[in-house]
């Protein structure tokens, strides 16, 4: 590539009043208001009037925070990209960053409990309105983790060395995800730095569960955590709900001394799709074996919270002797071992691909944290909390977005959405506005299906 003129022939102004650099921003927030967001918003939001006037109109603040966050905002100062070029003549009501940071800290828990409550509903009308979830009338999952959010200085409130002894703020995902599409986002927390990951979790797990079904997962439904959230108040929530688990199992005496009675026939050789980085052993790893043993679960608690169920071990091989721990016993010398606790209906091989799935949370918190919620904007904890929420919302409507445009982007990450940072000039002619995009842009074709969509007459 070689520029045509030299670089003292070329200059630059920014002067053009007519020229968007959110083109795609149109028909997603769009698509927000054909799902009921303002509405919803007003009708479960509800802050106290106050002399200043900072609560009100909280649905045209909470779709400029939204808005802002779709077109890759990640602080409140950032919500002042809205406010450029022909902006204003595409949309009304987009307010300052002061504005909405003064808006975020007269938030009580409550109010971000309301908020949840938005996200929940608005999750619904999205799955209701487009493919977002794919076959979840036959398969769905709901997988949770929490993260930290590192925060810097002392005027945080809640912020707190936890579990990964960095400093910041916990926070809970659980999404929701079928084998035909990527995750989305149906519940949230923000807690304090040091707070367990447990806490909390059973709650939280059905809320989770509920806003999947509402999602239309109306077959078989697959609860999935790490080893954080073993605990009997877990399982027995989700199984009081209807749901399946399969949760990574601690490797306790008992479970150990379990394992060691599985025959050796019984062991199943299994061989990954790629091969997996091993950090104990420092190695790559590409096969292993799988045997199952009926297990029963928390016996040092009442009957009723006993849990007896399927315990699915996988083995690999330990390819160097200097990585066997001390005082690991004869067990550990060869192999070593992963447990996984569910109930799952399915044959041996299925429920342990299944349980391995679960990172894709991981990949929903790195989403997040590369876009909304790249950062915790204010020091009071519940703006923090809504900032959070909203983050969220945020990353599922460009999803819903992107499955109306293509199979490409259906999947794709928030990064890498083509359809919302595309440039285009806005002109107006006989009471109808026009945006002239870039000729021969490379997704011309998904956005046209996206904005044909979003511009058609809804259905009745």
Not at 31 to 46: I, N
Not at 130 to 151: E, H, K, M, N, S
Request: hydrophobic share 45%; proline share 5%; with cysteine.
């Amino acid at each position: 590539m070689q520029f045509s003129h030299a670089a003292a022939a070329v200059s630059s102004a920014f002067d053009d009043p007519n020229l968007i650099a959110y083109g795609g921003l149109e028909p997603v927030v769009r698509l927000a208001e054909r799902c009921g967001l303002p509405a919803l918003v007003r009708e479960h939001v509800r802050l106290s009037d106050s002399k200043d006037g900072t609560g009100a109109f909280p649905a045209a603040k909470l779709m400029s925070l939204v808005g802002g966050m779709a077109a890759g905002a990640d602080s409140i100062d950032d919500m002042d990209r809205l406010r450029h070029g022909a902006m204003g003549r595409l949309s009304s009501g987009v307010r300052a960053p002061s504005t909405l940071g003064s808006f975020l800290r007269s938030f009580t828990h409550g109010h971000v409990k309301q908020l949840h409550a938005v996200a929940r509903r608005f999750l619904h009308e999205l799955a209701r309105h487009t493919p977002l979830l794919p076959g979840a009338d036959q398969a769905a999952y709901v997988d949770f983790d929490d993260t930290i959010r590192r925060t810097h200085g002392y005027a945080k409130q809640g912020a707190g060395y936890g579990y990964s002894k960095v400093k910041g703020l916990n926070a809970l995902l659980g999404v929701v995800s079928t084998p035909l599409s990527a995750p989305v986002i149906a519940a949230t927390r923000l807690r304090k730095g040091p707070s367990n990951s447990a806490r909390g979790a059973a709650a939280f797990v059905a809320e989770a569960i509920r806003t999947a079904r509402a999602c239309g997962a109306s077959g078989l439904l697959v609860l999935r955590a790490d080893s954080a959230f073993y605990g009997a108040d877990v399982i027995n929530a989700c199984r009081a709900l209807g749901a399946r688990f399969s949760i990574t199992m601690r490797m306790n005496a008992s479970v150990k001394a379990t394992i060691a009675r599985i025959d050796e026939d019984a062991w199943t050789p299994i061989k990954y799709p790629q091969a997996v980085w091993d950090e104990e052993g420092q190695c790559w790893i590409s096969d292993a074996e799988i045997a199952e043993i009926r297990y029963t679960a928390f016996t040092c608690k009442p009957k009723k919270q006993q849990v007896t169920a399927r315990l699915i071990a996988r083995r690999v091989k330990r390819l160097s002797a200097g990585t066997v721990p001390a005082g690991q016993g004869t067990l550990f010398d060869t192999w070593r071992y992963h447990a996984a606790f569910t109930d799952s209906p399915l044959a041996l091989r299925d429920p342990e691909r299944d349980h391995r799935r679960h990172a894709v949370v991981e990949q929903v918190i790195a989403d997040v944290k590369n876009s909304g919620f790249a950062h915790a904007p204010s020091g009071h904890f519940q703006a923090n909390a809504a900032w959070f929420a909203l983050a969220a919302l945020a990353h599922n409507l460009p999803r819903a977005a992107g499955a109306l445009a293509s199979a490409f982007h259906a999947r794709a990450t928030t990064a890498t959405i083509r359809l919302i940072n595309v440039p285009a000039r806005l002109a107006r002619s006989t009471r109808r506005l026009t945006l002239h995009l870039p000729e021969r842009w490379p997704w011309n074709e998904d956005f046209t299906q996206l904005f044909s969509t979003m511009h058609a007459p809804p259905a009745l």
